[in-house]
T-cell receptor, first 116, second 109 residues
C-alpha cells in the first residue's frame, strides 16, 4: 500500500515553455503533499508544501509564480514549471504524508526535467 | 529541528550487517529519529522511525541510545540493492521533512 505515482518520469522541453508534473496518491488520500527538487550530487531541497483545497506554502527562495502548485483533490497535486529555463533542469520529486501526525512520507519516483 | 551528523560514506560486505551511525546531540524531547534512503535516481524510501525505544521492522532495526543523542540504523544482511544514500532526520511530528547530505552506503560483493 501507500503508492505515489509521478508523471512524467522524464521530460525535455525548450526554454520558455511550461511543463506540468503530476503527483498522485494511488491508494490513500493525501491532504498534504510535498515537492522537492534535487540537483546532481546534491541532497533534496524542499520547495513547497501542497495542501488540498488551499494555497501552497513555498520555502524561502522558491518563486511561487514560477513553480505553480495545485492540489485540487485528495489524490492529486501538480507542479507547473512556467517559462522554464536551463537552470530549472533538475530532478523533481513529490511526496505525500501517509498519516496526518507522522513524518512517514511516501515518495514518487521523481521527474527529470531537462530544459534546452 | 535538531542537527544530525552522519559519516559521508561507508562500505559493507554483501551478507554482513550494515551499521549506520547518526549523532543528534541537540535532539529535543518531542523529536523523532527518522531514516530514509535514496537509491540512485529514485525517490527516497522510508525505512523506520523511533522516539526513544528501539524499533525493528522488515527492513531494518533502529537503536537509539538512552540519552537519545545518537542512533544506529542496522541492516541485518546487506545486499547489493541496499547501496544507497541513507538519511537520518530528527524532527517533530507534523513538521516538514528536510534532508541533509546523508551517508552513501556501498555494499560490495
Amino acid at each position: 500500500g501507500a503508492v505515489v505515482s509521478q508523471h512524467p518520469s522524464w521530460v525535455i522541453c525548450k526554454s520558455g515553455t511550461s511543463v506540468k508534473i503530476e503527483c498522485r496518491s494511488l491508494d490513500f488520500q493525501a491532504t498534504t503533499m510535498f515537492w522537492y527538487r534535487q540537483f546532481p550530487k546534491q541532497s533534496l531541497m524542499l520547495m513547497a508544501t501542497s495542501n488540498e483545497g488551499s494555497k501552497a506554502t513555498y520555502e524561502q527562495g522558491v518563486e511561487k509564480d514560477k513553480f505553480l502548485i495545485n492540489h485540487a483533490s485528495l489524490t492529486l497535486s501538480t507542479l507547473t514549471v512556467t517559462s522554464a529555463h536551463p537552470e530549472d533542469s533538475s530532478f523533481y520529486i513529490c511526496s505525500a504524508r501517509r498519516t496526518p501526525e507522522t513524518n512517514v512520507l511516501t515518495f514518487g519516483a521523481g521527474s527529470r526535467l531537462t530544459v534546452l | 529541528d535538531a542537527k544530525t551528523t552522519q559519516p559521508t560514506s561507508m562500505d559493507c560486505a554483501e551478507g554482513r550487517a550494515a551499521n549506520l551511525p547518526c549523532n543528534h546531540s541537540t535532539i529535543s524531547g518531542n523529536e523523532y529519529v527518522y531514516w530514509y534512503r535514496q537509491i540512485h535516481s529514485q525517490g527516497p524510501q522510508y525505512i523506520i522511525h523511533g522516539l526513544k525505544n528501539n524499533e525493528t521492522n522488515e527492513m531494518a532495526s533502529l537503536i537509539i541510545t538512552e540519552d537519545r543523542k545518537s542512533s544506529t540504523l542496522i541492516l541485518p544482511h546487506a545486499t547489493l540493492r541496499d547501496t544507497a544514500v541513507y538519511y537520518c532526520i530528527v524532527i517533530g511530528s507534523n513538521y516538514k521533512l528536510t534532508f541533509g547530505k546523508g551517508t552513501l552506503l556501498t555494499v560490495n560483493p
